[in-house]
């Protein structure tokens, strides 16, 4: 087969699985709001919602029960030759991080570590403290954003100096004693509760528990904030179990977050 015929190919599965995983997502954002005009008794509606919502449930976990068949060579090979760190919120779900721990390691990627942020890190209450560790214990060269000083954006900034790798030469950004001095003046904050790291990565995956109601949450915001900023430095994404984290608690959801950090990477 020629080359010409064999990327055509790739792009043609590429753009299979791109719908697989775009119904099997979408299913989740619009089973919630499906409804159509009746004029029927409160309990026949009732009932006839229930039933809806029934089938909507049933059509996505099917849809999600196919990607989980085929997950592994869906995101094979997708991260040869990068290293991913997790940073995971105190409350995020332990399976939830086995699985797109696992999904990395399917990918190819090699395990920078894994640390957990304390409840504290996501509290509005401890904001200011944790602005204050950030900015005295700022390694040389980093810098804090002056026009945008929410607590997640400058922890990105701070994190992202001392966890990543530089993407023009995949050096550290800064030496390891300053990643030390971070991580431990964080822990001894109350901010972080674990921490296991091997070495700086080329990508950052920030998994957390995802908001129950219908506010998104100063801790969510938060994490979206500094997963931004890691982002700007190399490549990072956030992933929990709502629509704002890709639904990290579906295997469609947890592929997304997978496809997605190499999107990221092939544009660096």
Do not use: C
């Not at 509606?45 to 089938?55: H, K, N």
């Not at 790291?197 to 109601?213: E, K, L, R």
């Not at 629509?243 to 660096?268: H, I, K, N, Q, Y």
């Amino acid at each position: 087969m020629s080359s010409g015929s064999s990327s055509a190919g790739y792009v043609a599965a590429g753009l299979g699985w791109g719908i697989a995983l775009g119904v099997a997502a979408g299913m989740l954002v619009i089973a919630p709001a499906m409804g159509t005009l009746d004029f029927s008794t409160s309990s026949q509606l009732g009932e006839s919602q229930q039933s809806a919502d029934a089938s909507q449930g049933t059509k996505f976990e099917f849809s999600d029960a196919v990607i989980a068949q085929h997950s592994a060579e869906l995101v094979a090979n997708t991260l040869d030759g990068k290293s991913v760190m997790v940073l995971r919120a105190h409350d995020a779900s332990a399976e939830d991080v086995d699985a797109v721990t696992w999904l990395l390691r399917t990918a190819g990627a090699s395990e920078a570590g894994q640390i957990t942020l304390g409840e504290k890190f996501t509290q509005q209450e401890s904001a200011d403290a944790l602005s204050t560790i950030i900015a005295n214990t700022l390694p040389a060269g980093a810098q804090l954003s002056v026009d945008r000083r929410a607590p997640g954006t400058h922890a990105g900034q701070s994190l992202g100096s001392v966890l990543l790798k530089d993407p023009a030469t995949g050096e550290p950004v800064a030496p390891e004693s300053d990643r030390n001095f971070v991580i431990e003046a964080l822990h001894g904050g109350g901010f972080i509760d674990d921490t296991d790291v091997s070495a700086p990565a080329d990508a950052i995956v920030v998994i957390g528990a995802g908001d129950t109601g219908g506010e998104r949450s100063f801790g969510t915001q938060l994490l979206t904030d500094m997963t931004a900023e890691l982002n700007d430095l190399a490549a990072a994404v956030y992933a929990a179990p709502d629509e704002d984290g890709g639904f990290v608690d579906t295997e469609a959801g947890r592929v997304s977050a997978v496809l997605s950090l190499a999107e990221e990477l092939a544009v660096e």
